[in-house]
């Protein structure tokens, strides 16, 4: 039973394009296992415990404010080395330099405007994943897929 977790949110601009089903569908191909989903709007102090690490940076005001600019969706993915493969999932941060076949690299081309976040370790999901659900995710085991999936 593989219980590594990540935080996979679909920014406003994924959400406006209609690109949440793609996103979704190709966590769901690959294999992962969806533990919880929301449509919501990020709140401006969520969001600047979130992206902490960035809040030196002079792109910081322009990302919060676009991270506000219309709803989110939030999801918990659950699976073997879901973090590291989640983020190869998205592709590079800067889209002009995500590999076709990611979902940056077939979806668009601004860094400001990259779809989609993953957390970036093990760790950091687990503290993503508390800051936005903060009430929990659902526990279920996967018996019948995840037979045909792990050895
Ligand atoms: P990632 O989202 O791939 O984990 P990150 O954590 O370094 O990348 O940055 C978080 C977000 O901030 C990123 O998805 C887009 C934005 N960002 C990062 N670097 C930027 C830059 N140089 N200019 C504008 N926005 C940037
Ligand atoms: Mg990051």
Not at 34 to 40: G, M, R, Y
Not at 85 to 114: H, K, M, W, Y
Request: hydrophobic share 35%.
């Amino acid at each position: 039973e593989y219980t590594e977790r990540t935080y996979i949110m679909v920014k406003p601009d994924g959400v406006e394009r209609g690109l949440v089903g793609e996103i979704i569908k190709r966590f769901e191909n690959k294999g992962y296992q969806l533990v919880a989903i929301e449509l919501f709007k990020a709140e401006k102090t969520i969001l600047e415990e979130h992206y902490k690490d960035l809040s030196g940076r002079s792109f910081f005001p322009r990302l919060i404010a676009y991270m506000q600019s219309g709803p989110v969706v939030g999801m918990v993915w659950q699976g073997k080395e879901v973090v590291k493969t989640g983020r190869l999932l998205l592709g590079a941060t800067n889209p002009l330099e995500s590999a076709p076949g990611t979902i940056r690299g077939d979806f668009c081309v601004d860094v400001g405007q990259n779809l989609c976040h993953g957390s970036d370790s093990v760790q950091n999901a687990e503290s993503e994943i508390k800051l936005w659900f903060p009430r929990g995710v659902t526990q279920w085991k996967r018996e019948r897929l995840d037979s045909l999936l792990y050895e």
